[in-house]
C-alpha cells in the first residue's frame, strides 16, 4: 500500500508536496479505510481542481518516479521518459526529488526516494521502519553507495543515469527488501487512457485475456453487465490463441446484445458507447488492484462516465467484500456530483491549486483552513456541503474567470 507521496521540483511543483494516504483520526466512514495491523490507510484518494492546476502533474510524477526506476540506462533510449519537459523550475538548478513511503507484500514499511538534476542521479536512499523508527538499507551521493552492513564504493554497471535499486534488485533477487520494493513498482500502474497507444496495447492484453481465461471472460461480462444489462456475451475472433499466432496476433472482439424480441446482436467493440469501452478497459486494473492490493492511478477518472457509474468504482475500492486485498485508487477528476459527504471522508478529498507565479500546491479538505469571516481559522466540518462549498470558491482550486467580449466590428 502507499502511505505517502512526496514530490519537489516536478513540473508545476515547485515545493515539496506530500499526498497522505494514511488515515486520520476522523470518525467519519470507517469502511472507507483499510485497518491493518501496521496503521490505517486510506482506500480511495480523489483530486480536484481546475485546468492546468497540476491534477494530472501530481499523478504523472508517480508515473516518471517507477519509470525512472524500472527502465534500465541501456534501454532508456526506448523508454516513454520525456526528459524535455518536466523541469518547469530548472532555472533554479535544484533537482527533482521524489519519495513514496510504502507498505510492501512482507508488511515491512519502507521509505525509498532518489533526487536527479539534468537527468543525474544526485542521491537515493532506502529506508526500513522498525519500531516507529526509520533505518537505513542504503544510501547513495552521487555514486557513491554506503549499504549496511556493507560498504560499497565502486560497484559494477552503477552510472550516473541509474539508479542503485534498479542494479541492486537484478544482482540479488533474494535480497528481501530490494526486491519488495522493486516488485512494488512494479505493481502499481498509472493509467493515461488518452494515450491512443496505451489503448491499443490495453486492447490486446485484454483481449488474450478473454481468449485465453473462461473464468476472466465471466468476471469481466459480469461486471459490464452491471451497467448495461443488455449486453449478454462478448465474442472473439479467432477463437484460439493458436488462430491469433496465424493471424498475426489480430484479435476481433464482438459484444453480443439482446435486442427486440430477444434476438441476439454481435456488434464490433468499435460501436460501443465511450463510457462501455473505458470501463471494459479500467476493469483489468481494477481486478488487480482489488484483488492483489495494487495501487492505481488514474488521471481523470469520470470522463466519459455517468456520475453514477463512477460512484460505483469509488465503493468497489471502499467496500471491504469487494476490496479484500486493500487496493488503492487514486485519482484525478472534476466530477462535483460525487464530491459529497455520503461518498467520502475529508482526508479523502484534495485540491490542487496553482498561484499567480504558475507554482502548483496539493491540500487535503481535512487540513484546509476557511477563510470566510464567519468561519476564518476554522476546518470544514463533516455536515458541509462539499460540492457547493467547492464551486463557489470556499476552498480554492477553481478556475478563475474573466469577461470575454467579442469584436463584431470589421
Not at 508488511?107 to 526500513?128: A, C, T
Not at 564504493?153 to 522493486?182: A, G
Not at 458507447?273 to 481486478?287: A, P, V, W, Y
Amino acid at each position: 500500500m502507499l502511505i505517502r507521496f512526496s514530490f519537489k521540483n516536478f513540473k508545476s511543483f515547485k515545493n515539496e508536496n506530500c499526498l497522505d494516504m494514511e488515515a486520520t483520526s476522523l470518525k467519519e466512514h470507517e469502511y472507507n479505510v483499510a485497518k491493518i495491523d501496521n496503521g490505517e490507510y486510506l482506500k480511495v484518494s480523489a483530486i480536484y481542481g481546475a485546468n492546468a492546476s497540476g491534477k494530472t502533474n501530481v499523478l504523472q510524477a508517480f508515473d516518471y518516479m517507477k519509470k525512472r526506476i524500472l527502465v534500465s540506462d541501456d534501454s532508456k533510449k526506448n523508454s516513454p521518459i520525456d526528459e524535455e519537459n518536466i523541469y518547469s523550475f530548472m532555472i533554479n538548478n535544484d533537482p527533482i526529488a521524489l519519495e513514496v513511503e510504502i507498505l510492501a507484500k512482507n508488511n515491512k514499511i519502507y521509505k525509498y526516494g532518489f533526487e536527479v538534476l539534468k537527468d543525474k542521479i544526485i542521491s537515493e536512499w532506502l529506508f526500513e521502519k522498525r519500531v516507529n523508527k526509520f533505518y537505513s538499507i542504503f544510501e547513495r551521493e552521487n555514486n557513491n553507495v554506503s549499504m549496511k552492513p556493507n560498504k560499497i564504493s565502486e560497484l559494477v554497471n552503477i552510472d550516473e543515469r541509474t539508479l542503485f535499486l534498479n542494479i541492486y534488485s537484478k544482482i540479488d533477487r533474494n535480497n528481501e527488501d530490494f526486491s519488495n520494493v522493486y516488485d512494488w513498482f512494479v505493481n502499481s500502474t498509472y493509467l493515461d487512457l488518452g494515450n491512443p497507444n496505451f489503448e491499443r496495447f490495453i486492447n490486446n492484453r485484454v483481449s488474450l485475456k478473454i481468449l485465453s481465461d473462461e473464468n476472466y471472460k465471466k468476471e469481466l461480462l459480469k461486471f459490464i453487465k452491471t451497467f448495461d444489462s443488455g449486453i449478454e456475451g462478448i465474442k472473439t475472433t479467432p477463437d484460439s490463441i493458436e488462430a491469433v499466432k496465424n493471424n498475426n496476433g489480430i484479435i476481433d472482439i464482438e459484444v453480443i446484445h439482446k435486442g427486440e424480441n430477444g434476438e441476439l446482436k454481435a456488434l464490433p467493440f468499435y460501436l460501443e458507447s465511450n463510457g462501455t469501452r473505458k470501463m471494459f478497459h479500467l476493469f483489468d486494473f481494477f481486478i488487480d488492484a482489488l484483488k492483489n492490493g495494487m495501487v492505481l492511478f488514474v488521471d481523470e477518472l469520470d470522463a466519459k462516465l455517468h456520475p453514477l457509474l463512477t460512484r460505483y468504482i469509488i465503493n468497489l475500492f471502499h467496500n471491504s467484500d469487494t476490496n479484500k486485498g486493500n487496493g488503492q485508487l487514486i485519482y484525478s477528476t472534476h466530477d462535483t456530483v460525487n464530491l459529497n459527504k455520503e461518498t467520502f471522508r475529508r482526508d479523502e478529498i484534495w485540491f490542487a491549486e496553482k498561484d499567480k507565479d504558475g507554482i502548483s500546491e496539493i491540500y487535503a479538505l481535512s487540513d484546509y483552513i476557511l477563510e470566510d469571516d464567519k468561519n476564518a481559522g476554522k476546518k470544514v466540518r463533516n455536515d458541509a456541503t462539499y460540492n457547493k462549498d467547492y464551486l463557489t470558491g470556499r476552498y480554492g482550486a477553481i478556475p478563475v474567470l474573466e469577461e470575454f467580449d467579442i469584436d463584431y466590428e470589421e
